[in-house]
C-alpha cells in the first residue's frame, strides 16, 4: 500500500502499519501504538516562595464524603438534633406557608423533608435553635425574594446564558455542574451595562439566584439520592477590585439561604495570588469544609475537571466535549477517554468503515499544544492512504476538533496526536459514529484505547 498526502507525493505504507491491523481483531477498535523519541534530561526547576506557596495550595481533594441523609447514619446527638428541629418547627408561629421550599413540606415529617431539615442543622453544626433561626430567615427571605417562582421570569440576560453563570451536565456521581466565569466583566462597557447602579446589581443577583434554583430544581432530595450540586469557578481575568462588592453579595446570599446544596466547590484557572491567599487562610477553614475545596492553577482545567466529570459533559471551552446543542436530545454519546504521556505519540485506529460511510468524530486534548493529524487507510493493497487532515501544531487555547469523512472504500480512520515535544502528561478524549450508506440510523461503534 502506498501514502497519498493531497495529490502532491507517493509515500510507501509502512509495513508495521499493516502488521498493527492484520494482527487486530475485528472489533471496532484496533490497537493504538506509541512513538517514544529519546528523552533528553531535564534541568532542574529553580523554586521560589511563590511556587512553593502555590503547590501548597493547588490539591484536588477526594476525601470530601457527601451526606447520604439516612436517618440510620447518623450519630444518636444528630438524631435527636432533628427530632427537636421537627417539633420546634410545628410548635411554632414563625412558620408560614406550612414551612415549604422547593416545593417541599418542612413539617411534613417524611425523608425528603428530613433532608432540607438535616442541610439546615448541618450547617449549624446540629445546634437546634441556630438551625431554627437559619431556616425561619430563609423561609422569610424566600417569600418576600419570590424565590419560589424566579426561575420562569425573563431576566432579560441571554449575553451571560451560557457564559457568566450556568448549569451544564452532570459530574461523575450524577450531581449537577454549576459553572461560574466573571472575566467578561473586565470590559468596561460590560461591566457598566450589568451593575452600572443599584438597580441593575439587584437584577443580576435576582438572575445568578435564578440560575442556582434551576440548578437545584435537578436535586432529588432523598435519602442516599443527588441532594447538591458541583461548583466550578473558573478565575481567569476575573476583575478583584470590581467584582468584590457583587462577590460578597452573592457569597452572602448563597450561605445564608442555600445550606450545603454544594458538595463540591472547584476553581479552575486560580492566579498565583489566589493560591498564596489560601494557602494562608485555609489553616482556619474547617476540615469538612477544606475537603470540599478543588485548587488548580493555571493551565490544569481539563487535567482536574477530568477526575470528576465525564468529558462529554464538559463544556468545550474546558477542554470537554460538550456544547450547549448537545442535552436537547437525551443524554449526550459517552466519550472514550485515554492520556497522553509526555513524549508519545498516540495513534487511535477505527477499523470497519465500510465503503460509503460517513465517520464523524470529536477528539481534545487537555491545554493541547501538540500535533494532530487525522488520514483514512483503505483496505485494499493498491489503494492510497488520504490525508483527512494534514498533520498541524493545535494550540493551548484551541477546543474540541469535529469533522467528519465520506469513505469510498472500505478501510481505516487513524486520528494522531503527537506529544513528543513535551514532557508534560494530558488527558483527552473522543468519540464518534458511523453512518454507514443508505442508512438513515447511525450505527455507533463503541472504542477501547489499549497503550503498548
Not at 181 to 198: I, L, P, S, T
Not at 210 to 229: A, H, T
Request: aromatic residues 10%; positive net charge.
Amino acid at each position: 500500500m502506498q501514502k497519498f498526502h493531497l495529490g502532491l507525493s507517493q509515500i510507501p505504507h509502512s509495513p508495521s502499519m499493516e502488521e498493527e491491523h492484520s494482527s487486530s481483531s475485528m472489533s471496532i477498535l484496533s490497537t493504538p501504538f506509541l512513538e517514544t523519541p529519546r528523552k533528553t534530561p531535564s534541568k532542574p526547576n529553580k523554586r521560589t516562595i511563590v511556587t512553593t506557596l502555590m503547590e501548597a495550595a493547588t490539591f484536588t481533594s477526594s476525601s470530601f464524603k457527601e451526606d447520604t441523609y439516612f436517618i440510620s447514619n447518623l450519630k444518636s446527638s444528630e438524631k435527636k438534633a432533628l427530632k427537636q428541629l421537627k417539633e420546634k418547627l410545628l410548635a411554632s408561629d414563625e412558620i408560614t406557608n406550612n414551612g415549604s421550599m422547593w416545593g417541599v413540606c418542612l413539617i411534613k415529617g417524611d425523608d425528603v423533608a428530613d433532608v432540607l431539615l438535616l442541610k439546615f442543622l448541618r450547617a449549624r453544626d446540629f445546634r437546634v435553635n441556630d438551625a431554627y433561626t437559619m431556616l425561619v430567615k430563609c423561609l422569610s427571605w424566600r417569600k418576600e425574594f419570590g424565590a419560589e417562582n424566579v426561575v420562569d421570569e425573563d431576566l432579560g440576560f441571554k449575553e451571560l446564558e451560557g457564559v457568566v453563570a450556568f448549569t451544564h451536565g452532570f459530574d461523575r456521581e450524577g450531581h449537577p455542574v454549576c459553572y461560574n466565569h466573571y472575566g467578561v466583566f473586565k470590559d468596561k462597557e460590560m461591566y457598566e451595562r450589568v451593575f452600572g447602579d443599584e438597580e441593575k446589581l439587584k437584577k443580576f443577583l435576582r438572575w445568578r439566584v435564578q440560575v442556582l434554583e434551576r440548578g437545584i430544581k435537578l436535586l432529588q432530595f432523598k435519602p442516599g439520592g443527588v441532594n447538591s450540586l458541583i461548583q466550578v469557578t473558573d478565575l481567569k481575568d476575573m476583575p478583584k477590585s470590581e467584582l468584590r462588592v457583587v462577590s460578597n453579595q452573592i457569597m452572602s446570599l448563597f450561605q445564608d439561604n442555600y445550606p450545603e446544596m454544594v458538595a463540591r466547590k472547584i476553581f479552575i484557572n486560580v492566579p498565583w495570588y489566589f493560591s498564596m491567599l489560601y494557602s494562608m487562610f485555609s489553616p482556619f477553614l474547617t476540615q469538612r469544609t477544606k475537603s470540599k475545596f478543588v485548587i488548580s492553577k493555571e493551565g490544569n482545567a481539563a487535567e482536574t475537571l477530568y477526575k470528576f466529570i465525564r468529558p462529554e459533559n464538559i463544556p468545550i471551552q474546558y477542554g470537554g466535549l460538550s456544547r450547549p446543542s448537545d442535552f436537547q436530545n437525551g443524554p449526550p454519546k459517552l466519550a472514550s477517554e485515554f492520556t497522553v504521556k509526555g513524549g508519545e505519540k498516540v495513534n487511535i485506529q477505527i477499523e470497519g468503515v465500510e465503503s460509503g460511510a460517513t465517520i464523524k468524530w470529536e477528539i481534545v486534548v487537555g491545554g493541547w499544544d501538540l500535533e494532530y493529524s487525522a488520514e483514512f487507510v483503505p483496505n485494499a493493497e493498491a489503494s492510497y492512504t488520504i490525508e483527512v487532515e494534514k498533520a498541524r501544531k493545535v494550540n493551548a487555547s484551541e477546543e474540541a476538533i469535529q469533522n467528519s469523512y465520506t469513505s469510498k472504500e472500505a478501510g481505516i480512520m487513524v486520528l494522531s496526536v503527537d506529544n513528543s515535544a513535551s514532557r508534560k502528561k494530558k488527558v483527552a478524549a473522543y468519540r464518534y459514529f458511523v453512518r454507514k450508506y443508505n442508512s438513515n440510523t447511525p450505527s455507533d461503534m463503541q472504542l477501547s484505547l489499549k497503550i503498548k
